[in-house]
């Protein structure tokens, strides 16, 4: 662009002046999951711990209702995938289960524990195939799905089973080996619609937490509202994730499966916490986690 100078002498001249295009503020590139988000929302400097400073590999703690529930997904996923349908009996779940339990036994005080956690494992198992129909071919088991949700802003995670249903629209299921919570935070499985949806050309109108241990299902029926106050929900948390500084701690019952208690300031306000709270499958791992400290 050119502009014209008039001098104090009344002289005039003519100079070229740069003009720059108003470019868009770029955000740095941030991925988050059901998970994160999550822990974000339950406590700060537990998120912080994490994904910021990356201590989960130092202080990761077996645990055996990991354990457990690792093991349970596995044979889940394979009873639903590899196994033809007539074979999808009490009997081969037992031995799929008897499979995978030796890939990983950590967590266990000893093997009295371990077999408690073996039993109820297999009881959640023996109640699935009994109650629920496993004649079903999930278009998705135990899936890794990633979605850009606005540019930088990736949401990312593994979804237990996807199903289609008889409308050509799909079923999100996600399987709990513990018990019914007092209260259902959907978040976490409106995020998984929300990347689902993004990635295929099919709508999400379901989505179910299952209890495998009261063999309940708690489910949501979704519609396209839902799924934008969802995406609005995320991108609010990403802007506060994004501006976040002091990564507060928030004790209470999220420190009873928090790797992190040994480098928390707040530990023992946690354990107090835990001790309070009526989680029965925690209630040996608290103990003994507080028997480690
Ligand atoms: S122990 Fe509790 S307060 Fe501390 S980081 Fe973990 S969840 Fe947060």
């Given at each position: 662009?050119?502009?014209?100078?008039?001098?104090?002498?009344?002289?005039?001249?003519?100079?070229?002046?740069?003009?720059?295009?108003?470019?868009?503020?770029?955000?740095?590139?941030?991925?988050?999951?059901?998970?994160?988000?999550?822990?974000?929302?339950?406590?700060?400097?537990?998120?912080?711990?994490?994904?910021?400073?990356?201590?989960?590999?130092?202080?990761?703690?077996?645990?055996?209702?990991?354990?457990?529930?690792?093991?349970?997904?596995?044979?889940?996923?394979?009873?639903?995938?590899?196994?033809?349908?007539?074979?999808?009996?009490?009997?081969?779940?037992?031995?799929?289960?008897?499979?995978?339990?030796?890939?990983?036994?950590?967590?266990?005080?000893?093997?009295?524990?371990?077999?408690?956690?073996?039993?109820?494992?297999?009881?959640?198992?023996?109640?699935?195939?009994?109650?629920?129909?496993?004649?079903?071919?999930?278009?998705?088991?135990?899936?890794?799905?990633?979605?850009?949700?606005?540019?930088?802003?990736?949401?990312?995670?593994?979804?237990?089973?996807?199903?289609?249903?008889?409308?050509?629209?799909?079923?999100?299921?996600?399987?709990?080996?513990?018990?019914?919570?007092?209260?259902?935070?959907?978040?976490?499985?409106?995020?998984?619609?929300?990347?689902?949806?993004?990635?295929?050309?099919?709508?999400?109108?379901?989505?179910?937490?299952?209890?495998?241990?009261?063999?309940?299902?708690?489910?949501?029926?979704?519609?396209?509202?839902?799924?934008?106050?969802?995406?609005?929900?995320?991108?609010?948390?990403?802007?506060e994730i994004r501006r976040e500084k002091a990564y507060r701690r928030t004790p209470g019952q999220a420190c009873q499966r928090c790797d992190f208690t040994p480098i928390c300031a707040g530990k023992q306000v946690a354990c107090k916490a835990s001790v309070e709270g009526d989680f029965e499958l925690w209630r040996?791992?608290?103990?003994?986690?507080?028997?480690?400290?």
């Amino acid at each position: 662009m050119t502009e014209k100078l008039t001098g104090s002498s009344g002289q005039v001249r003519y100079i070229t002046v740069p003009v720059f295009a108003p470019r868009e503020i770029e955000l740095p590139p941030l991925k988050l999951s059901p998970y994160s988000v999550s822990t974000f929302r339950v406590c700060r400097q537990q998120y912080k711990f994490r994904y910021i400073d990356k201590l989960g590999d130092q202080y990761a703690t077996a645990r055996p209702y990991y354990t457990m529930a690792n093991h349970v997904h596995a044979t889940l996923r394979d009873l639903l995938s590899v196994v033809p349908i007539e074979e999808r009996t009490k009997k081969t779940t037992e031995r799929l289960l008897r499979k995978n339990w030796q890939r990983c036994r950590v967590g266990f005080k000893n093997r009295a524990d371990e077999k408690r956690w073996a039993e109820k494992a297999l009881a959640e198992l023996s109640r699935f195939v009994s109650e629920q129909d496993v004649a079903v071919h999930p278009l998705m088991l135990e899936a890794w799905v990633e979605a850009e949700i606005t540019p930088g802003l990736i949401l990312q995670g593994r979804i237990d089973r996807v199903d289609k249903e008889a409308d050509g629209s799909l079923h999100i299921i996600d399987y709990k080996t513990g018990n019914v919570p007092q209260h259902t935070d959907w978040l976490q499985l409106y995020l998984y619609a929300l990347i689902v949806s993004r990635k295929l050309p099919y709508s999400v109108h379901r989505v179910s937490f299952h209890y495998l241990s009261s063999g309940i299902s708690q489910t949501a029926e979704l519609n396209a509202e839902q799924l934008e106050q969802a995406a609005w929900d995320l991108l609010v948390i990403a802007g506060e994730i994004r501006r976040e500084k002091a990564y507060r701690r928030t004790p209470g019952q999220a420190c009873q499966r928090c790797d992190f208690t040994p480098i928390c300031a707040g530990k023992q306000v946690a354990c107090k916490a835990s001790v309070e709270g009526d989680f029965e499958l925690w209630r040996d791992c608290v103990s003994r986690d507080n028997a480690l400290a």
